[in-house]
């Protein structure tokens, strides 16, 4: 029979689970905040029901687990979408760092400046005999070579910059992997391991900060471990207890720019060209490919635009002395040219590092003008023929070079792509605007991805703190309700009490 | 169904919409304040490109234009020195006609010699005209004194004057595929197709002329004379083919004027801002503004706990 101590335990019970479930609220609320978390809930059950003869009384509830409300799915999907906008807004903050360099409003700008050396080249046609019309090709000459280095000095400093990054995020991604590791190793041991719901939540924070740094993959297994590879997956950087840590390395054949490392038994892997998404993989693509891409297109337009000039120029003849009446045969304009030069080409004046095969690269920061033009303008070319001041054929050649097709030697190998210089210089703007609004535009949808699917998430997972008020009502009242239940049992108890004394 | 909104996405979303509208706002008031529709690189890179080939283009044909101006004050200063020659040659022929006149005695065509003696050294000075600091009658060699007077003559070589020009033209471009010629070679206009020293020679024969007027020679007279004459009509051809030349590139710069203005004015529909639709644009961005911001001080407000005593 039910006696009254069992009615008591019953009021008691009720009392607890109350007290419970009111404490799960609290942490809920006190979690309003928190990135990551999940909500949880008390789930309720009735106690056994004991048995007297034939007669099955109640014995009260309790709390019998805390279940936490979340989509694995979901959180998996907002993992891989941090990533890719990530990735997407370090490149376009990249390029925009440089788009302001290849900015030409009609004054200022790389355009602009080759521009103007070809209209000086067109006034020398005018006045060949004049010496200031001289004076203005060469001072034109060098504004545009210094508009090309400073515009290659700042896709320089970005790519340093990008390099500098690289070696900061890699500490901070080995310092995640560890935290990953270690909330495994805590979830994994848990008896439930589907239950540790806080070190879920704060494992699944971690991971989508992790993916914000460098794209990963995540899965999971049996015991609950997220097994964590790179995007593309090179390399594990998390599988169970073990953290494989990232190291860089600078490589010598890139300029001693950074290789990143991922740790792996003896031997490390070598994953940089192997990360696509996050501020790592946008990063290294910054770095490796899309700002070494403008510079050599700058190498190329400037060697060819340089090579170009000269060839014309080493045809023509000079001003003819005023008291003797011999000019010289002219010379390179433009001296300079790979770095790792070999020789002189003899046609074009510029060094080349394999006989025939002009090599661009670098050929901007070794580009100046000739000493000796310098020193004498007289040796400008402008007349086709030698002792003539007045003939300007070959000042109309080269004001020319700006409307031929096929100007530039793009391959330094003689395949020539189709264009004059200027129309070159304008469709190398456009490519790094085109770029940069392409990354901003996938920046943009990324980030309409991501808050669509965090939205979706905390519609889920999110706390409300209107239904957590409610709950708290409810709680309330039941917990009033059966202190009343303990406090008329207590009464009866006493009533029992006071008769027998 | 009724979606769940638990307090902190509420806020997650406003925030990125607020976010938004202020980025838009930024650029409206960016393009209103410097006036261009696409400040940025990343803005519009196809409009930027074009915009950017047309100001070459632009650039271009000014050069073209300057050329055709320097072309031009070339042909009229040629074309000056042309008049005052034909106005010489025609005094020229005068002074052989009254010579070749029967009222004319020795004494009066010695007078007359004197006056063709100063023509004549007029036609070398306008034979070295400079302009701009070129000789025009130097074919190219413009900064050498073309005509030399070979003075004094001996007896039995009549006064000659020597050549030191070349008989190079000069061309500048006034389009891709359109040039002109700018100077007439100082030998063809003064020694004539003939070459020097022959009938066609303007400054042999005005010697000649005045050589025979001082020697009283009439036989020698009616031959300079007549040689003149077939001269005078070679400077008219060469002063009308000037003319020619001057009315194509009048022309041919209208035209590059006229496409450089189209050209300003489609570069700059497409580089400039449209005020009416971005300040339109402005005033929205500015109301959306102000309404997310009220909307997110307003759900943000109340809870449930709000009223819970």
Redesign the interface.
């Known amino acids: 029979m039910a006696d009254l101590g069992t009615s008591l335990r019953i009021g008691l019970s009720g009392l607890q689970a109350s007290q419970e479930a009111m404490s799960v609220i609290g942490h809920n609320i006190a979690n309003?905040?928190t990135p990551g978390y999940s909500?949880q809930s008390a789930v309720l059950s009735t106690n056994p029901a004991q048995n007297n003869g034939n007669i099955l009384y109640g014995t009260g509830v309790s709390v019998s687990a805390v279940q936490s409300l979340r989509n694995q799915f979901l959180n998996l999907q907002v993992t891989q979408s941090i990533a890719a906008q990530s990735g997407s807004e370090t490149r376009?903050t990249g390029?925009?760092a440089v788009?302001?360099a290849?900015?030409?409003?009609?004054t200022t700008g790389l355009?602009?400046q080759v521009?103007a050396f070809?209209?000086s080249l067109?006034?020398l046609?005018?006045?060949p005999?004049?010496t200031s019309a001289r004076t203005n090709v060469l001072g034109q000459a060098q504004s545009m070579l210094t508009e090309f280095k400073s515009t290659y000095q700042v896709v320089s400093d970005q790519i340093s910059t990008a390099n500098q990054q690289v070696a900061s995020l890699v500490p901070q991604v080995n310092t995640l992997t560890q935290q990953i590791a270690s909330l495994n190793t805590q979830i994994s041991q848990n008896v439930d391991p589907l239950a540790a719901n806080d070190a879920i939540d704060q494992r699944q924070a971690l991971t989508d900060q992790l993916s914000k740094l460098v794209g990963v993959q995540v899965s999971t297994d049996s015991q609950n471990n997220y097994l964590i590879t790179l995007d593309s997956g090179a390399a594990t950087l998390v599988s169970g207890r073990t953290a494989y840590a990232m190291s860089t390395t600078p490589n010598a054949g890139n300029g001693n720019r950074l290789d990143v490392l991922v740790a792996s038994g003896n031997t490390p892997v070598n994953v940089t060209g192997q990360i696509k998404g996050g501020e790592l993989g946008g990063n290294l693509d910054l770095r490796d490919n899309l700002l070494p891409g403008y510079q050599t297109k700058l190498d190329q337009i400037a060697g060819s635009l340089a090579g170009q000039v000269n060839q014309i120029n080493m045809t023509g003849f000079g001003l003819?002395d005023?008291t003797t009446?011999v000019s010289s045969t002219g010379v390179a304009l433009f001296t300079g040219g790979n770095g790792a030069s070999t020789g002189i080409n003899p046609a074009t004046g510029l060094a080349y590092t394999t006989a025939g095969v002009p090599n661009y690269t670098g050929m901007i920061s070794a580009l100046t003008l000739n000493p000796a033009v310098t020193a004498d303008t007289d040796l400008i070319a402008a007349?086709g023929?030698a002792g003539?001041?007045?003939?300007?054929?070959n000042a109309?050649k080269l004001?020319?070079l700006?409307?031929s097709l096929a100007a530039v030697d793009t391959q330094g190998n003689g395949s020539f792509s189709t264009g004059p210089f200027?129309?070159v210089?304008?469709?190398l703007?456009?490519?790094?605007?085109?770029q940069?609004?392409g990354f901003?535009t996938t920046a943009t949808n990324q980030?309409n991805l991501t808050?669509a699917l965090?939205?979706q998430k905390?519609?889920?997972?999110?706390?409300?703190?209107?239904?957590e008020?409610?709950q708290?009502?409810a709680y309330q009242q039941s917990y009033q309700a059966s202190a009343q239940f303990v406090s008329t049992i207590s009464k009866l108890t006493q009533q029992l009490m006071s008769a027998m004394s | 169904m009724t979606m769940r909104v638990p307090s902190m996405m509420n806020n997650a979303q406003s925030l990125l919409d607020l976010q938004r509208i202020k980025a838009s706002y930024a650029e409206t008031a960016q393009q209103l304040t410097s006036g261009q529709a696409d400040p940025n690189l990343g803005d519009d890179p196809s409009a930027t490109s074009l915009v950017l080939n047309y100001q070459s283009s632009i650039s271009l044909n000014k050069q073209y234009m300057a050329q055709a101006d320097t072309a031009t004050s070339q042909l009229q200063s040629t074309s000056t020195v042309l008049t005052s020659m034909g106005t010489d040659i025609n005094r020229l022929l005068e002074l052989g006609q009254e010579g070749l006149a029967g009222t004319a005695d020795a004494s009066s065509r010695v007078a007359l010699g004197s006056e063709v003696d100063a023509l004549r050294s007029d036609f070398i000075g306008l034979g070295n005209t400079e302009a701009s600091g070129k000789y025009l009658f130097a074919g190219t060699k413009t900064t050498t004194k073309p005509f030399l007077d070979n003075v004094p003559a001996t007896a039995t070589n009549p006064q000659s004057v020597t050549y030191q020009g070349d008989s190079g033209t000069i061309s500048l471009d006034l389009s891709p595929s359109n040039s002109v010629v700018t100077n007439i070679p100082g030998n063809s206009l003064f020694f004539g197709p003939g070459g020097q020293g022959s009938s066609t020679d303007l400054l042999a024969q005005t010697t000649a002329l005045r050589d025979a007027l001082a020697s009283n020679n009439t036989a020698g007279l009616q031959t300079a004379y007549d040689n003149l004459k077939t001269i005078n009509d070679r400077i008219n051809v060469a002063m009308g083919d000037l003319g020619g030349r001057e009315n194509g590139i009048t022309t041919l710069k209208d035209g590059l004027s006229a496409f450089n203005s189209n050209l300003t004015t489609i570069q700059s529909s497409v580089a400039s801002v449209d005020y009416p639709t971005a300040i339109t644009q402005f005033s929205q961005d500015s109301v959306a503004q102000q309404a997310t911001l009220s909307v997110m001080a307003k759900t943000n407000q109340k809870s449930l706990f709000d009223y819970i005593a």
């Not at chain 1, 003539?388 to 054929?393: Q, Y």
């Not at chain 1, 703007?429 to 085109?434: A, K, L, M, P």
């Not at chain 1, 905390?458 to 209107?466: C, K, P």
Request: aromatic share 4%; proline share 3%; no cysteine.
């Open positions: 309003v905040n909500r376009y390029i925009q788009a302001s290849f900015q030409d409003d009609g355009n602009t521009q070809f209209n067109s006034t046609a005018t006045t005999e004049d003819p005023p009446g007349s023929v003539v001041a007045g003939n300007n054929t109309l004001a020319a700006q409307n200027s129309t210089v304008s469709s703007i456009n490519t790094v605007g085109t940069a609004q901003n980030q808050t965090q939205t905390a519609s889920q997972s999110g706390v409300s703190l209107d239904e008020a409610a708290l009502l």
